[in-house]
């Protein structure tokens, strides 16, 4: 299957810091985003999405910025607490066979220390 | 709304032996499923997708002989790993998606924890 990276680099923040995640997506034609949480043993939870005619979309205590120049999309989360420690997953969707998938790029674990 | 659920969430079998993991999708129907198969610190990776009433359509490198999908109804879709092996333990979770619009919204079961022996 379609795969990005197989290394998970970890994000450490203090509690009450901002953080930022990064992910870089593959597909030029990709025109739909989604961030996901996965906490330990549980599928991914959705948190926010964005479509390719937004550069940026906000919700409560997370944004979500496209730059479509470079095929990069980023996760910012506000006064990081520790029950945001997960894994953070980027998604791309790609249109293949009349059909659309969701692809996942390689991952963030984002630890938060008191 | 929007819950996904799989059973078993988790099962060990010996090798050889075939082993069957449901996905339910609880209060929507969906006409398209996908199944990701998820190994230790990795991202999902998508093994095929399922739509209700035809044959699954798998990715390059997943064997279609080994990974049998059915997808007999708007909310049910099976993933069969027959004749397992220890390789193919890992994490399975399986997605639904709406069968209608918006089209892109798509909700994960909690996954399905494998382990050959």
């Known amino acids: 299957g379609e795969s990005v990276g197989l290394h998970l680099p970890t994000l450490s923040v203090q509690e009450g810091d901002n953080s930022i995640i990064n992910c870089a997506y593959s597909?030029?034609?990709?025109?739909?985003f989604i961030w996901y949480k996965q906490e330990s043993g549980k599928g991914p939870q959705f948190i926010i999405d964005i479509r390719s005619n937004m550069d940026k979309r906000q919700g409560q205590r997370v944004t979500v910025l496209l730059n479509k120049t470079v095929k990069h999309l980023s996760l910012q989360i506000a006064a990081t607490q520790p029950g945001d420690s997960a894994v953070y997953f980027c998604a791309e969707t790609i249109a293949s066979g009349g059909y659309n998938k969701l692809i996942f790029g390689a991952g963030t674990r984002l630890a938060v220390h008191p | 709304g929007a819950v996904v659920s799989q059973h078993p969430s988790w099962v060990i079998c010996k090798s050889g032996t075939s082993v069957k993991i449901e996905c339910r999708s609880l209060d929507f129907q969906a006409t398209t499923m996908f199944w990701y198969r998820q190994f230790p610190k990795q991202s999902l990776m998508l093994m095929a997708t399922?739509?209700?009433?035809?044959?699954?359509?798998?990715e390059q490198g997943v064997e279609k002989d080994k990974f049998l999908i059915n997808h007999a109804s708007l909310t049910l879709s099976t993933l069969t790993v027959t004749s397992a092996h220890p390789e193919d333990s890992s994490f399975y979770i399986c997605s639904a998606r709406y069968r209608t619009p918006p089209l892109y919204e798509q909700y994960f079961g909690p996954g399905t924890r494998l382990t050959v022996t």
């Open positions: 597909n030029s034609a990709s025109d739909y």
């Open positions: 399922s739509n209700e009433g035809s044959k699954a359509t798998y």
